[in-house]
């Protein structure tokens, strides 16, 4: 996750479109989560590129889980919100964690 918290640390370009910047940074994001994501074996990854924020669903052990990232403009790129869900459409979910983004951190998530 080295490689994304550095490219949103430089964010420059605020825009009311998504900007080319934006889209790599979320290209990313992608990419470093996705080898998160196989390290605990977690399946079916649904990603949601908003405006300067991201979101998506993923599951394992047949529980469905909701992440966000808020809007990388204002609240930066240390926090990872991360919940339960009932199904890849529940946006409301069980009680909020907040991890930190890092390497390993899914890994450290679920070993707790």
Same mark, same amino acid.
């Given at each position: ?9 430089q964010v420059v370009e605020s825009s009311s479109i998504s900007t080319t910047q934006w889209e790599m940074i979320f290209r990313e994001f992608k990419k470093e989560f996705l080898r998160e994501l196989r390290m605990v074996d $977690? =399946? ?5 590129? &908003? ?8 599951? %394992? ?23 339960? $869900? =009932? ?5 409301? &979910? ?8 890092? %390497? ?9």
């Amino acid at each position: 996750m080295d490689k994304f918290i550095g490219m949103v640390s430089q964010v420059v370009e605020s825009s009311s479109i998504s900007t080319t910047q934006w889209e790599m940074i979320f290209r990313e994001f992608k990419k470093e989560f996705l080898r998160e994501l196989r390290m605990v074996d $977690a =399946k079916k990854p649904v990603f949601n590129k &908003g405006h300067f924020y991201i979101s998506g669903f993923f599951t %394992k052990d047949k529980q469905v889980y909701y992440f966000s990232i808020s809007d990388v403009r204002y609240f930066g790129v240390s926090k990872l919100l991360i919940r339960t $869900a =009932k199904d890849y459409n529940d946006f409301t &979910g069980g009680r909020n964690n907040e991890i930190t983004i890092e %390497k390993n951190m899914l890994m450290k998530f679920f070993n707790n």
